[in-house]
């Protein structure tokens, strides 16, 4: 991928006849919980030379609250800042549907995401305890670490 640039990347809504499944289920292994929140009015996909490379799903929590419920971008292109871009077209379509604040939870042991998402601008606000033994039926192992806890982080928006 020594030519791709994370502007070269096309984003769609989601088409539920062409759902990037493999994406979905490397950030969230649950797929009956995945297919609770995706929804085509707040789930996009990144498009690169008629590959899926990139997804990420929102919820609509209240009217001015959103939730950042899935985000990946495939192997191959980790590394090019396509997370970075995917996470703020995330960020801009929540705020575009009225969003003041943005929500998300990650492993304890994601620790790309959770530099990613800090320094997009994401505070950890909270630590769920065993969230993952508690609620996913296989361990989870991420970088050689169990995936236990959840930390919850939160982007607050300022309307200019």
Same mark, same amino acid.
């Not at 590959?51 to 001015?64: C, F, Q, R, S």
């Not at 985000?71 to 995917?86: E, H, K, P």
């Not at 033994?133 to 930390?151: F, Q, R, S, T």
């Given at each position: ?51 899926? #490379?990139?997804? =990420? ?9 959103? $939730?950042?419920?899935?985000? @990946? *971008? ?53 630590? #769920?305890?065993? =969230? ?9 192992? $991420?970088?050689?670490?169990? @995936? *236990? ?12």
């Amino acid at each position: 991928m020594t030519d791709f640039k994370p502007r070269d990347a096309k984003f769609t809504r989601l088409n539920m006849e062409q759902i990037p499944w493999g994406l979905l289920l490397e950030a969230d292994p649950d797929k009956a919980y995945v297919e609770a929140y995706i929804s085509e009015a707040f789930t996009r996909v990144a498009w690169y030379m008629e590959k899926a #490379i990139g997804v =990420y799903a929102l919820k609509k929590l209240t009217p001015t609250s959103f $939730e950042l419920m899935n985000i @990946c *971008v495939a192997d191959a292109f980790r590394g090019t800042g396509m997370g970075r871009r995917l996470l703020g077209h995330a960020v801009g379509l929540a705020e575009a549907k009225g969003a003041r604040e943005v929500h998300l939870g990650t492993g304890n042991s994601s620790f790309a995401a959770l530099r990613l998402y800090q320094r997009m601008g994401f505070r950890i606000v909270e630590v #769920i305890p065993n =969230y993952f033994p508690d609620n996913y039926a296989e361990p989870l192992v $991420e970088n050689g670490i169990a @995936c *236990v806890d959840m930390l919850r982080l939160k982007m607050t928006l300022t309307p200019e």
